[in-house]
């Protein structure tokens, strides 16, 4: 029997997206394999050991000092359970967590998805949309799942949060239907929203946003026993966030300087974001069907959160912004299936197609952390950016428990593998002397500082070991007070400190 051509191209269509989505899968698993190490890794990894050695009492993270730490939720707790109980390295454990991240997120959106349409092919369209809609530049960021960011984060608990967060959002849409939408339901709903929340908080900004969204644009409108119960489940969640024993989650609303750090999110928006303008056509055309659509309740409300950021200078409210682009990213993937076999559907399907190629193109040096760099096209080799090296190089002399002098830079990589820094590497929200400390070491390495002022420094914080590359400053190296013990990548040394 003769097949059509237009049949057979339409089903071609129907499988190419989840051909390309098992293809990128593949990928990532590979991705897991080698664990590029960039980015928050290193704290991620130290959260692994202290609580792989002190369950109950880990102390802070990354300085010797007895303070709580909102690194500490359910799922790194979880995760230093199994190193403890397996003795697995905290490298192997954060492979574990890539792997539990990337099947909640792939089957979290699978989820969602599945209570906006039953066509076959639009959860592979919704995962391909995520990952490649962002922008004609690279942009990475711990939950952000651009294919590039998500191959650098895949292991970091924002990963594992934004899973979570696409299964909560299924859920309760399934339980304000009525679906099964009992006491235990949005009880349960209440315990996971706080997991969320506890586990990556910015993440758990955006999970409350879709919530709101999907409760706002349920339909039919809830009835007044399943917003009671709503309420319950809403009640149950904050009482487990103020209760959580390991850091005060409510202690972070006060907390500040994380606003210069995040005052990048509010530039170049077009070319880190402007494929899912796309996205946003799609919005439009759902709001024109149905006011109340959840995906554009959830865009109006990451947005208006975002903008009020920019606007008041709260530039760490821009972690909102996957708010803003998650319900675009899933409406362009969702309208293709819904303006049926039109020509405004080819139009659109078209421009969603090569909004997606070039995604894929500006996101192709992901390759390179699985294909040997000389392996790959020079044009995928020119967008490959190598990962750290890190500095295993130092755990055959440096033990568990040490402190060691070094830059900011290496202090976001050493705490890793057991050690501690003298000034942390990323602010502290809970750590009382974080200036002192920070301010300590610049003093060692800054050119000002006497050889007396640099041994007061590395006597007051206990310091067994200097990091440092030959310009980076302190105390010279033929001091008497170090002694030479190895060279490690780029020409930095690490010497022992063995008197006064």
């Given amino acids: ?14 499988w190419a997206p989840a051909a390309l989505v098992s293809l990128l899968l593949v990928l990532l698993l590979l991705v897991i394999v080698r664990l590029p190490w960039a980015g928050d890794l290193g704290i991620h990894a130290a959260t692994v050991e202290r609580l ?7 102390g802070n993270p990354l300085v010797d000092a007895d303070t709580p730490s909102p690194y500490y939720s359910p799922w790194m707790l979880l995760l230093g359970c199994l190193a403890k109980a397996t003795g697995l390295g905290a490298f192997v454990v954060l492979r574990v967590a890539a792997l539990v991240g990337l099947s909640l997120l792939v089957t979290g959106v699978v989820h969602l998805v599945r209570t906006f349409s039953a066509r076959r092919a639009a959860p592979a369209l919704a995962l391909l949309c995520l990952v490649l809609l962002w922008g004609p530049a690279l942009f990475n960021w711990s939950g952000f799942p651009g294919l590039n960011s998500l191959a650098l984060t895949i292991s970091y608990p924002s990963t594992f949060a934004l899973g979570l967060s696409f299964h909560f959002w299924a859920l309760l849409r399934k339980a304000l239907r009525g679906a099964g939408g009992g006491w235990p339901v949005f009880l349960g709903l209440g315990l996971l929203w706080a997991v969320i929340l506890l586990s990556h908080q910015f993440t758990g900004v955006v999970a409350s946003c879709g919530g709101l969204a999907m409760v706002l644009g349920a339909r039919p409108w809830p009835s007044r026993v399943t917003l009671v119960r709503l309420a319950g489940g ?91 682009l998650i319900p675009a990213q899933l409406a362009a993937a969702l309208e293709v299936f819904e303006l049926g076999r039109s020509g405004v559907r080819r139009v659109f ?56 002098m070094a830059k900011t830079f290496p202090s976001r990589q050493i705490p890793a593998y057991g050690p501690y820094t ?43 070991w200097v990091v440092a590359y030959p310009g980076d400053g302190g105390l010279r190296a033929d001091d008497p007070a170090l002694r030479r013990v190895d060279t490690g990548p780029r020409g930095q040394v690490l010497f022992e400190v063995v008197g006064g």
């Fill in 1 to 14: 029997m003769r097949v059509a051509p237009n049949a057979v191209i339409r089903r071609a269509a129907a």
């Fill in 52 to 58: 792989r050695h002190h369950l109950a009492d880990p």
């Fill in 234 to 324: 809403v009640t149950l969640g904050a009482v487990v966030l103020a209760l959580w024993p390991y850091y005060s989650f409510f202690g972070l609303f006060g907390v500040g300087g994380l606003e210069q750090i995040h005052r990048s999110l509010y530039r170049d928006l077009v070319p880190h974001f402007g494929l899912a303008l796309v996205g946003v056509a799609a919005l439009v055309l759902r709001w024109r069907r149905f006011r109340r659509d959840p995906l554009v309740l959830f865009f109006l409300l990451g947005a208006a959160v975002f903008a009020a950021g920019g606007l008041t200078g709260h530039y760490s409210w821009g972690r909102v912004l996957p708010a803003v």
């Fill in 349 to 404: 399907a078209g421009m969603l197609g090569a909004a997606l190629l070039v995604g894929a193109w500006t996101q192709a040096g992901t390759l390179g952390y699985v294909v040997p760099r000389d392996a790959l096209p020079a044009g995928v080799a020119a967008k490959y950016r190598p990962p750290w090296p890190g500095y295993h190089w130092l755990t055959p002399r440096v033990r568990y428990g040490d402190v060691v």
């Fill in 422 to 464: 003298v000034a942390p590497g990323y602010p502290d929200f809970f750590l009382p002397d974080q200036e002192e400390r920070v301010t300590a070491v610049r003093n060692y390495f800054g050119a000002g500082a006497s050889r007396a002022d640099r041994l007061d420094i590395l006597r007051r914080y206990g310091v067994r």
